[in-house]
Structures are given as structure tokens and as C-alpha cells.
């Protein structure tokens, strides 16, 4: 629980399985996230070796983030629980 157990780490997570995404529009998949908030947590995933952060050498700087093998291997998990909260709503 550790690795995924605040708000914002299984969304970004969940987000990621879809392939690699921009900083700019992974953040803006996830309504509510502050800058800061997506920073330090981005950060934290990568530290915890879920995600991956690739900087392209251009200006304006691009930033790409992709799953890891660790992270991949939380893929059931994030689907469970984005099936899970889409049954919930619908009760």
C-alpha cells in the first residue's frame, strides 16, 4: 500500500497503461492535481521504480513517462479498481 496507496499515485498509474504520455497530458487526465501534487508524485513513482521519466534534449523541454515492469505488473490490480469504481457509481 505503500507504493500506491495515496490519491493521485493509481491514477496517474492507471492512466500510463494506455502507453507513454507527455507530463503535460498525463497531468491533464487527471482533473485536480495540482502542479506540485503531480510533480512529487511522478517523482515518488519513479524513485519506487513503477514509472519511467525520459527527457528529450529540446527546447521547450518534453518529458515523457512510461510503466516500468513493476509498474505493469500492477495492471490487474488498477483495472479491478477502475471496474470496481465504475460499478459503484452506477448503483
Known amino acids: 500500500m505503500n507504493l500506491i496507496g495515496t490519491k493521485w499515485k493509481p491514477l496517474i498509474l492507471f492512466h500510463l497503461l494506455g ?33 519511467f521519466r525520459k527527457v528529450f534534449p529540446v527546447v521547450p523541454p518534453k518529458v515523457e513517462y512510461r510503466l516500468s515492469n513493476r509498474g505493469k505488473s500492477l495492471e490487474s490490480i488498477l483495472r479491478l479498481m477502475d471496474k470496481w469504481g465504475f460499478e459503484d457509481c452506477q448503483n
Do not use: A, W, Y
Not at 26 to 43: A, D, E, H, W, Y
Open 19 to 51: 502507453g507513454d504520455l507527455r507530463s503535460g497530458i498525463l497531468q491533464n487526465k487527471i482533473p485536480g492535481i495540482s502542479n506540485k501534487m503531480f510533480t512529487q508524485t511522478v517523482r515518488q513513482l519513479e524513485k519506487d521504480g513503477l514509472i
